[in-house]
């Protein structure tokens, strides 16, 4: 993979991922001018035969200013109506916008689920990917109707970047209200420092990642990050630029300022993409040191480098693995159930059959269903905090 950026125009596939604020406007709605801008700007990529994919924010934004909804924090019920009122319109705002160029956009509501279960994944994937072979434009978003805060992505960065991984984009594009990644929040910190180019996301790069700076979005830099570990490590390049001006994409094109994130010189396979990009690991091991040597020399994890087991996880599920400090140093999928698995924890493999009563699998998660977590410096208690603040 190149290790330079280059030019929209050079890329094979991208996903481009818009946010709610630059869409929606909470006292007028919709900004249609922006809107047709970038649809020009999209046009302008098409008629190169690029595939372009958009992941489109803005359905509570917009339902919300149709149904004149106050401002502020929505009840679950409230946001799920807004949604349900906003997702047609927006989608029928995008269609009526790329029409003017004859092109067709698509709409596909997903779910965690539908990237998480792997049959869901590939199905959503196949569709996907036959709208971009018939010459149409998948608009993307999430199914807010149904979603609730244990179900749901909770942000659209990390969507788009399971976007792009899914369907093999080679470039994610994620443009917001910030031109890019600085060393401390700038609307904070005055002295923050802008970075052009980011080689690798490395746990400095992690800790410069500030909060969310919009009513309208769920997300921030954070998010961004998140999104930038996922897409890089499958092989795909992200940029992080404002999308404020009208034409955005015209203007990275011509060089304006954005971040641009490298790809992984040596990405995952296609399922352990799908293996590392899991957002909501459904348990986890906590391992010994024999343990982390060995799954950093590429072999298996056997049940006796295991010191416990946390979730309620069915065979097949994906875990995230930490080492004694609470760092993530892997993910797989389980070769047991959780409660077999916390029977089997500490113990050798050939005592596997006496204890549950059948022979099993030798590993409680196989080299094949593992790929390392690559020095994201992610801490366990980062994974702890997020789920609550899911659920708050």
């Known amino acids: 993979m190149s290790a330079t950026r280059k030019p929209l125009s050079s890329h094979r596939r991208i996903v481009i991922k818009i946010g709610s604020a630059l869409l929606v ?45 106050p401002s502020g924090a929505l009840k679950l019920e409230e ?31 997903l779910t965690l689920g539908d990237t998480e279960e792997r049959r869901r994944y590939l199905n959503a994937r196949a569709t996907i990917n036959q709208l971009l072979r018939i010459g149409a434009i998948p608009i993307i978003n999430e199914n807010d109707t149904v979603a609730t805060s244990e179900i749901r992505y909770g942000d659209n960065d990390r969507l788009a970047a399971r976007v792009a991984t899914m ?39 992690e800790a410069m990642a500030g909060g969310a700076a919009s009513e309208l979005s769920r997300g921030g830099m954070r998010t961004k990050i998140d999104a930038g570990k996922i897409a890089t490590s499958a092989g795909c390049a992200m940029i992080i630029a404002s999308g404020k001006p009208d034409h955005p994409l015209r203007a990275i094109e011509q060089g304006t300022r954005s971040s641009w994130f490298a790809p992984s010189a040596t990405p995952v396979t ?31 994890l056997l049940p006796a480098g295991v010191v416990s087991v946390a979730g309620n996880f069915h065979r097949g599920d994906t875990l995230a693995i930490f080492d004694a400090d609470g760092r993530e140093i892997a993910r797989g999928l389980a070769s047991y159930d959780a409660e077999e698995a916390r029977q089997i924890a500490g113990r050798k493999s050939a005592e596997i059959e006496s204890i549950l009563g059948y022979p099993g699998r030798a590993a409680m998660v196989h080299r094949d269903d593992m790929v390392m977590a690559a020095a994201t410096g992610r801490k366990k208690a980062d994974l702890d905090s997020r789920e609550e603040a899911a659920h708050a």
Do not use: M, N
Not at 25 to 49: M, S, V
Not at 174 to 193: E, F, K, M, N, V
């Open 25 to 69: 406007d909470q006292q007028t709605g919709l900004k249609t001018a922006w809107l047709d801008a970038i649809c020009a700007d999209i046009a302008a990529l098409k008629a190169r035969d690029i595939d372009v994919l958009v992941v489109s924010s803005g359905a509570i934004a917009l339902g919300r200013t149709v149904l004149k909804l």
């Open 79 to 109: 946001s799920q109506a807004a949604a349900a009122v906003g997702q047609i319109a927006l989608a029928r705002a995008w269609s009526e916008s790329l029409s003017s160029d004859s092109i067709v956009a698509g709409q596909i509501l």
């Open 167 to 205: 369907t093999g984009a080679d470039l994610l594009v994620l443009l917001s209200d910030i031109d890019g990644l600085y060393t401390a929040p700038p609307h904070l910190d005055p002295d923050a420092r802008f970075l052009d180019s980011i080689a690798a996301i490395t746990p400095e790069i």
């Open 270 to 300: 296609a399922r352990k993409t799908w293996i590392a990009g899991h957002l909501q690991p459904a348990g986890e091991l906590v391992v010994d040191r024999g343990a982390v040597t060995a799954l950093g020399s590429g072999k298996s």
